[in-house]
């Protein structure tokens, strides 16, 4: 069983790091710390003082205790091996394997190790792992953003990072209103690339399916408008639907079904999907409505799942540099660590085509 003052320590330091008790904000006092914890004053001054000799609090002389500031002047332990903190929105599955791979090959040759976060894409456990990982004094970040297009409430948490000092960069997109370099594919250009092929393949009635809550989604989207601007003849043939996250993927899937009812005459040729998890999906509710792909309708993914390929019919697609990627950044992270500052890249993806599309 914890000892009393080691729980009462860990819940106050819990309160300090994730913001309810704010740097050099006062918190309660020894008899109403007794009082929340219904502990004794020892064990309120074994607690406060562990923390006081951490870093964590200070006491002003008739004034009461203190948060200070802990981020960069608590007491570090001793290291022989600092961490870099890596978050991303889905850690155990589809592109991320690779890219930490790729993170940790360029990270561990430096002697440094990796501490791992996952949100899956949500706001609380994004603060939740920006706040643990300050707190365990990794030298830097490479973070993966959450809905990078809505409005972030952790914005307050990044900027105690900017105030640490500590670098930061983004994968797979960004934060607009921050100034941390950022490593991503060109995902306009590149979804222009996979709808001008099927353009040009003789398909005017393309269907695009885009996640509009990150900054992916929405880059892929304007693509998909580019490759519809360069084609005149058939701009206005075109059809988007947007979705977000957090939709259940059989409302997705109703939706996208509506699109393609065998009795409409603007029924699409062709779907492009935000990514390859999706097609696979939408390939297999046409395979269950009866409707062939590629023969009644081609379907085209993003990022090369590994499966995506050994899928029938395998699905046309265009590449994630996933390890590149990791690689990249981490590589941007150490130079920025060697004081330089840090500037964006932007990777190449390429097209593959596969049986899930052909001409029509």
């Not at 994730?18 to 008899?31: A, H, Q, R, V």
């Not at 430096?110 to 791992?116: M, P, T």
């Not at 935000?274 to 990022?303: H, R, T, W």
């Amino acid at each position: 069983m914890e000892i009393k003052y080691v729980m009462v320590k860990k819940s106050i330091k819990n309160s300090i790091i994730n913001g309810k008790y704010k740097i050099n904000e006062k918190i309660p006092t020894e008899s109403e710390l007794m009082g929340m914890y219904s502990v004794s004053r020892y064990t309120i001054r074994r607690a406060v003082g562990d923390l006081e000799h951490e870093g964590y609090i200070y006491r002003v002389q008739g004034g009461g205790m203190y948060v200070n500031d802990w981020i960069n002047h608590k007491v570090r332990s001793e290291r022989s091996n600092q961490s870099v903190g890596v978050i991303t929105t889905h850690i155990a599955d589809y592109i991320f394997p690779n890219i930490i791979s790729g993170i940790d090959q360029v990270i561990s040759a430096e002697g440094l190790s990796v501490l791992i976060g996952n949100t899956h894409d949500e706001y609380d456990n994004e603060r939740h792992n920006l706040l643990n990982m300050l707190d365990n004094d990794v030298v830097g970040f490479i973070i993966e953003p959450t809905r990078s297009t809505l409005e972030n409430p952790n914005l307050d948490v990044y900027q105690m990072i900017v105030n640490s000092g500590k670098p930061a960069v983004f994968i797979n997109s960004h934060y607009p209103q921050l100034d941390f370099p950022y490593v991503e594919i060109d995902d306009t250009q590149a979804e222009k690339k996979i709808v001008d092929y099927l353009l040009d393949n003789g398909h005017e009635r393309v269907l695009g399916i885009f996640q509009v809550d990150d900054l992916q989604g929405v880059n892929r989207m304007n693509g998909f408008i580019k490759s519809y601007q360069t084609h005149p003849d058939v701009s206005s043939s075109g059809d988007i639907m947007m979705y977000r996250s957090g939709d259940e993927i059989n409302s997705v899937l109703s939706k996208i079904k509506d699109r393609v009812d065998v009795q409409s005459e603007s029924r699409p040729t062709a779907i492009v999907c935000y990514n390859d998890q999706l097609a696979i999906e939408v390939i297999g509710m046409l395979s269950k409505e009866g409707i062939s792909v590629p023969g009644e309708i081609s379907v085209a993914g993003f990022d090369d799942y590994e499966i995506s390929k050994f899928v029938d019919p395998s699905i046309t697609t265009m590449t994630h540099p996933k390890r590149h990627m990791g690689e990249t950044a981490a590589k941007l992270l150490l130079d920025m660590l060697d004081k330089n500052k840090g500037a964006n890249k932007m990777l190449d993806s390429e097209l593959i085509v596969r049986d899930s599309t052909k001409g029509i």
